[in-house]
């Protein structure tokens, strides 16, 4: 059986128009913030289940059924199964990407990784949001076959971003591996993301009173390399100036 993790609801519709064949999952996720130090699987969903409800109001039971029990479906892949993981380059989906490979890596399911192939390296932060049914088989058709290697070091970077060990985030960024392009840029956004983000919206000169709509774009195209979304810059406002 084939199967596609997709990185949001909001490309499954065009997803669906490319006719490439496959059961779909989709990563809800957004585990570049908040407490990741469960010490075992099903602590780890409550943990996240308590901190989305608590952040962003969405019902524990909710996020069990839509993002937990989506989600571990990789648990149960069969050995001759193939698993094809649409993530894009920046940090926000790459720390969803590294805690997929980890939860593959206790499976031997064929895994491949698709990542936004068809855009320059100017735009290469803007991710699949823009692309069309056509640019998404493009990007399918360049697929990456993941070696166990890889595999073991997305689990590997999952274990030490979670664990907040930046030295050894940093270590494992000097790994030469194509399945993972940009890693080295990434890594060194994930080394300072407690501070960076906050750093470029005080240089934009964010304020208690500050639009959203007016400086996200701004504050996008600066910090393009951490994915952030509209809900997290928001949040992040709140906590410069509550």
């Known amino acids: 059986m084939e199967y596609h993790v997709l990185p949001g609801d909001s490309l499954v519709e065009e997803f669906k128009k490319t006719d490439i064949e496959g059961r779909v999952i989709v990563c809800r996720e957004a585990l570049i913030a908040g407490d990741l130090s469960a010490e075992s699987l099903p602590e780890f969903w409550d943990q996240r289940a308590r901190f989305v409800h608590t952040e962003y109001g969405e019902d524990e ?4 059924e839509t993002v937990a029990d989506e989600l571990g479906r990789l648990l149960d892949m069969d050995d ?4 094809t993981l649409w993530f894009e380059y920046e940090l926000f989906c790459s720390v969803n990407l590294w805690f997929c490979l980890w939860l593959l890596d206790q499976n031997e399911a064929k895994v491949f990784r698709v990542h ?5 390296e100017d735009d ?6 823009k692309l069309d049914a056509a640019d998404l088989k493009l990007c399918f058709n360049s697929r990456v076959e993941l070696a166990r290697e890889d595999i073991s070091l997305g ?3 999952w274990n030490a971003f979670r664990s907040g060990d930046n ?9 030469a591996a194509p399945a993972f392009p940009y890693l080295g840029e990434v890594v060194q956004a994930a080394v300072v993301r407690d501070s960076r983000p906050a750093e470029i919206l005080a240089e934009l ?3 208690a009173d500050t639009d959203l709509g007016e400086i996200f774009p701004e504050f996008s195209r600066r910090a393009g390399v951490y994915g952030l979304g509209d809900l997290q810059v928001q949040k992040l406002l ?3 100036f509550s």
């Not at 936004?116 to 320059?120: C, F, G, K, R, W």
């Open 61 to 64: 039971i909710v996020y069990h």
């Open 80 to 83: 001759d199964d193939e698993v």
């Open 116 to 120: 936004p192939a068809v855009l320059s």
């Open 124 to 129: 290469r932060w803007l991710g699949f949001g």
């Open 155 to 157: 689990a590997a970077l």
């Open 167 to 175: 030295t050894k985030l940093a270590e494992l960024s000097e790994t």
């Open 205 to 207: 000169g964010a304020g």
């Open 238 to 240: 709140d906590q410069m």
